[in-house]
Nanobody, 127 residues
Framework: VQLQASGGGLVQAGGSLRLSCAASGSTLGFNAIGWYRQAPGNQRDLVAVISHGGNTKYVDSVKGRFTISRDNSKNTAYLQMNNLKPEDTAVYYC??????????????????????WGKGTQVTVSS
């Protein structure tokens, strides 16, 4: 089962986008779902994570601007991105985990990503 991201596009700085993450294949649900992003030449980094029950964690750079949510009945997750900045430009991916941890022992966002990645969606923010 893979999670496919969609909803990306080109937007001006200060604009908004809503990304969706849906399962392809089996309808089995996931526990924690993470949104990641990868800019050219950079590694793939966790941006936000949500537990099965709806608890959330964000990296500092997106706090107050991004909101992660999910609809368990539809096996779908979302990432609402507001006040976008050029540095948010990246390919965004989502990943589901059988584990339900969203923070490490220091309280930082954590997600136990599965090895299989679905298709990402490009977000480009122009200045």
């Amino acid at each position: 089962v893979q999670l496919q991201a969609s909803g990306g596009g080109l937007v001006q700085a200060g604009g908004s986008l809503r990304l969706s993450c849906a399962a392809s294949g089996s309808t089995l649900g996931f526990n924690a779902i993470g949104w990641y992003r990868q800019a050219p030449g950079n590694q793939r980094d966790l941006v936000a994570v949500i537990s099965h029950g709806g608890n959330t964690k964000y990296v500092d750079s997106v706090k107050g601007r991004f909101t992660i949510s999910r609809d368990n009945s539809k096996n779908t997750a979302y990432l609402q991105m507001n006040n976008l900045k050029p540095e948010d430009t990246a390919v965004y991916y989502c990943n589901g985990s059988p584990l339900d941890f969203i923070a490490d022992d220091k309280g930082r966002p954590y997600h136990h990503a599965m090895n299989t990645w679905g298709k990402g969606t490009q977000v480009t923010v122009s200045s």
